[in-house]
């Protein structure tokens, strides 16, 4: 396969798996591992064909450079550009807060296990920035070889953590009937968030140099991976944490930190003492790659909505206005992303799904622009669009 649908492949698995996958089995459990099973089946369905029609979009611009933001002005113009501009900044700025948070703090831990060296949140956050930055200012092509080191220590985790919960793996957990199937409406802005890897795409676009086959390809290799990844974790909890009891799936559903209760949940139902250093570090390769794919949509995006090239001395502006806004909000207001990142799905559903159905039907059946098409005819986008609406309607309801 090529080196660079390899590269591709692992950015869209690194931005996907980020450490959201470790409290997805408590959003999903009670609705039963059959149902929960076609969830994310229906949800991958329609994040991917949402990306192929991002793709498809991307494709007609003349610049190769174009995002989200010059698309929409491409479309509709500049007023819906101003508030894509707002959402989408709105969305990666909390993803940002979320990462540089849990990125920093392993930060300030590490250093306090391995030299005793006690560092405050300024100077874990700037060692963080520092190191991620740095690729990011050098371009997709060392983001691309950090990343797959990072993923090999992703993966290398992830396989010991199956090893160790798969062989423990209880059937009739795994066939016990739902318990709250009302809880699956809600659980879909979560998953569609999960297969967020869209906000890569144009910048993928830009790695393979329009090439739609190669992009097409590492769309759907890439997306495959990451499904059967989420589909093997969900099989290993749920088949191994009951529903009910201290460490049920109910109680850390009502928790304030699912993530960090279901690795719990896992090291005393398997009684394993290396499982708590295992799931730590795939908690924090997942953080990096998941941070490297946010921060390189970011990155790019800003470059797009201020017409500035990525190198020189605009790139270093880039790369200020990428990394302090999150470090300064988190300083003023800690926990005030997270408002906003509870609206993530719907946010997700906008940007990925809603805006490109519409952009297609508008490109394809107004403008008649030619090139690149998934195929599906007006039905595909149509029913995209559907899709993505009912997700942000459902999820309003929710709140």
């Known amino acids: 396969m090529n080196s660079k649908i390899i590269g591709g492949v692992l950015l869209i698995c690194g931005t996907s798996i980020g450490t959201g996958i470790l409290g997805i089995p408590s959003d999903t459990g009670e609705a039963g591992f059959g149902w929960s099973l076609l969830l994310f089946l229906l949800c991958w369905i329609f994040s991917t064909l949402a990306a192929l029609l991002y793709m498809e979009v991307h494709l007609w611009q003349k610049s190769s450079t174009s995002n989200l933001l010059s698309m929409t002005d491409f479309f509709f113009g500049p007023k819906a550009k101003s508030l894509v501009w707002v959402i989408y900044l709105a969305l990666l700025y909390s993803l940002m807060c979320t990462y540089l948070l849990a990125g920093s703090s392993w930060i300030i831990q590490s250093l306090s296990y391995l030299s005793h060296i006690t560092l405050g949140q300024i100077p874990g956050m700037s060692i963080f920035i520092g190191l991620i930055g740095l690729f990011i200012f050098f371009g997709i092509r060392l983001v691309d070889h950090v990343n797959r080191v990072m993923l090999v220590g992703l993966a290398l985790t992830y396989i010991l953590i199956l090893g160790i919960t798969l062989p423990t793996t209880q059937s009739q957990l795994l066939l016990q009937p739902a318990q709250d199937l009302w809880l699956l409406p809600k659980a879909i802005p979560l998953l569609i968030t999960a297969f967020g890897y869209s906000i890569i795409v144009p910048s993928l676009s830009t790695y393979f140099e329009r090439n739609a086959k190669m992009l097409q390809k590492t769309i759907m290799i890439g997306s495959v991976i990451t499904l059967i990844i989420y589909i093997l974790w969900e099989t290993a909890t749920l088949g191994n944490i009951p529903l009910h009891g201290p460490h049920g799936l109910r109680e850390i559903a009502h928790g304030l930190d699912n993530g960090t209760e279901v690795a719990n949940a896992l090291i005393h139902i398997t009684q ?56 300064i ?34 490109g394809r059946y107004v403008l008649q622009l030619k090139g690149y098409r998934v195929p599906g005819g007006i039905v595909l986008p149509c029913v995209v669009l559907l899709f993505f609406m009912l997700v942000m309607g459902a999820e309003f309801l929710n709140k």
């Open 272 to 327: 394993n003492p290396h499982l708590t250093y295992i799931i730590t570090l795939f908690a924090l390769f997942a953080v990096i790659t998941s941070f490297l794919g946010v921060s390189m949509a970011l990155y790019h995006a800003l470059a797009d909505g201020l017409q500035v090239e990525t190198r020189g001395m605009s790139g270093g502006l880039l790369l200020l206005l990428t990394y302090i806004p999150p470090m």
């Open 329 to 362: 909000f988190l300083l003023i207001i800690p926990t005030g992303f997270n408002q906003i990142l509870s609206w993530a799905g719907v946010l997700v559903a906008f940007l990925m799904g809603v805006l490109p159905a519409l952009m297609i039907l508008k």
